[in-house]
Antibody, heavy 122, light 107 residues
């Protein structure tokens, strides 16, 4: 059974940093692209970033480009999101999502984690 | 980035009704369009991929159609458990975009 478990969320002050992690199991992690998708409370889904199977292709939403960095460690079956210079508008549930394919250009996201909540407030 | 225009933003229908949601892309995305269902407090669930393919285990009352810029998602006979928010999603050139979502309620 595919499992994706996010961690690392919490309360952080504006301008500070936070690193999210996603532990994957139940599939060959190294074979698939992975994504981060966020959802502010009561709002819609917003794609944040994606990374291909080997990290060779990476994409970011305009809203986070230059502040967030996605990475993966295939040996540890883990996905990461380094979030720097956090803003109030970054507050959301952050979901880790598995891609059906190895690259970034097709999707879909066929499995999702339960999410981790990031709150940005002074 | 390719913008996706999803409509309506909310919809009220009766059990047994046929429900249709549309999603329009600003430019041709071939059939790179997926549909998700999200229930309150839960992660999204994939229903339709590549515009018209039903995900394994998803009831056949759900369907999708379209290609290019115009896409349609249909529930042929609305059931009480279908109450949720539905999103379209497109992948293009290493960037992913979701539609604004359609909140579906029972009349």
């Amino acid at each position: 059974e595919v499992q994706l478990v996010e961690s690392g969320g919490g309360l952080v002050q504006p301008g500070r940093s936070l690193r999210l992690s996603c532990a994957a199991s139940g599939f060959t992690f190294a074979d698939y692209a992975m994504h981060w998708v966020r959802q502010a409370p009561g709002k819609g889904l917003e794609w944040v970033s994606g990374i291909s199977w080997n990290g060779g292709s990476i994409g970011y939403a305009v809203s986070v480009k230059g502040r967030f960095t996605i990475s993966r460690n295939n040996a540890k079956n883990s996905l990461y999101l380094q979030m720097n210079n956090l803003r109030a508008e970054d507050a959301a549930f952050y979901y880790c999502a598995k891609d059906r394919y190895f690259d970034l250009n097709r999707g879909p996201n066929d499995h999702w984690g339960r999410g981790t909540l990031v709150t940005v407030s002074s | 980035d390719i913008q996706m225009t999803q409509s309506p933003s909310s919809l009220s229908a009766s059990v047994g009704d046929r429900v249709t949601i549309t999603c329009q892309a600003r430019q041709d995305i071939n059939n790179n369009l997926n549909w998700y269902q999200q229930k309150p407090g839960k992660a999204p669930k994939l229903l339709i991929y590549d515009a018209s393919n039903l995900e394994t285990g998803v009831p056949s009352r759900f369907s999708g159609s379209g290609s290019g810029t115009d896409f349609t998602f249909t529930i042929s006979s609305l059931q009480p458990e279908d109450i949720a928010t539905y999103y379209c999603q497109q992948f293009d050139n290493f960037v992913v975009t979701f539609g604004q979502g359609t909140r579906l309620e029972i009349k």
